[in-house]
């Protein structure tokens, strides 16, 4: 991954470091007051935090394709890559998920433009915070159009990423290993 930065998230009451080339999008538009958005300077990259009511799935992982299935739109095929139970390294005794999945647009939403994408991989991680009943997800957007990736660079089954989600994933784990929570008053604590 290239340069970093620490960003302060909800008033300094979470930080985390990320890609020095994401820019806060409250600057360009309104954002929820759940939501913490960064664009990528260099391309269509978005990674949004947001802390969430906690779900009632108590499984971390089915938590976390819970999540992801309600920001997804209904007609739009989602494939999941991988899934796996994680350790956020500076809060380690919190439940954490991770995943990393395709969404690939319905029919009726393929517009045959080429800024269209024709598929977005999504890499999502999950904190869980059972007495405060909280999630906070994270997820990196990394959406893929014509033109903006070469089709046989990407072959998940086999483990080759392409280098828009290889660096999304080497976002993730520097999100996994710097993110903290500062303040709990966050969550009403």
Do not use: C
């Amino acid at each position: 991954m290239g340069a970093s930065r620490t960003t302060q998230l909800f008033g300094g009451k979470l930080k985390v470091e990320l890609p020095a080339n994401f820019e806060d999008a409250s600057k360009l538009r309104q954002i929820p007051n759940n939501q913490e958005v960064f664009l990528d300077r260099d391309g269509f990259t978005s990674i949004i935090i947001e802390v969430n009511e906690r779900v009632e799935e108590t499984d971390t992982l089915e938590a976390l394709k819970y999540h992801l299935e309600d920001v997804v739109d209904g007609g739009d095929q989602i494939r999941t890559w991988q899934a796996s139970n994680t350790q956020m390294l500076k809060l380690p005794n919190l439940p954490a998920a991770t995943l990393l999945a395709t969404v690939h647009p319905s029919d009726m939403m393929d517009t045959g433009k080429e800024e269209t994408p024709k598929f977005t991989a999504m890499i999502m991680l999950i904190i869980r915070l059972t007495e405060q009943a909280a999630d906070i997800l994270i997820t990196i957007n990394v959406p893929h159009s014509a033109g903006s990736y070469k089709p046989g660079e990407i072959n998940l089954e086999d483990g080759q990423p392409g280098g828009q989600i290889r660096a999304g994933l080497d976002a993730r784990e520097s999100i996994r290993a710097t993110f903290e929570i500062v303040d709990m008053g966050l969550f009403g604590s």
